[in-house]
């Protein structure tokens, strides 16, 4: 009987890593031409070069906006409490960190990583700009802080 268990247990074991090994670890068939997977950003750092330190502690909460800003604004100087991530869909925007004057430009179809708790501050040119912004907060932490 023991010998039948193990044959059992080997069969099953082998079938499961041949069903594993089929498919792709993606989700997508390999023969699916139709579904394309494009990384845009992948990063641990934000777009001055500060390293992440962690997620808030908590419940996870995510946000997305659709932040449409009109042409030759420039937004006030602001600061993020958690990591966040800015699709530029149209148009352009520059951004500016306010402790040495470092800017960024970010044109449509770039990610912008964002920074964590540091002042910075948002400028469009002579077209408006439409972001997609992802935030990883917690519930009823403040997507934006206003600086001075």
Known sequence: MKWLISI???GITGIL???MLGFPRNGFTEDDTSVKSETLLKTTTSWDGVPYASYPK???ELTVLKITIPAHTELQWHQHPMPNAGY???G???VEKKDNG?????TAGQVLP????ALHRGMTGDSPAVL???YAGTPGMPLVVAGK
């Open 8 to 10: 059992l247990v080997k």
């Open 17 to 19: 890593v041949i069903a």
């Open 58 to 60: 908590g419940q996870p």
């Open 88 to 90: 530029v869909l149209s």
């Open 92 to 94: 352009e925007i520059t």
């Open 102 to 106: 470092e800017k960024r430009l970010i």
């Open 114 to 117: 964002e920074m964590v708790d």
């Open 132 to 134: 997609i912004v992802f």
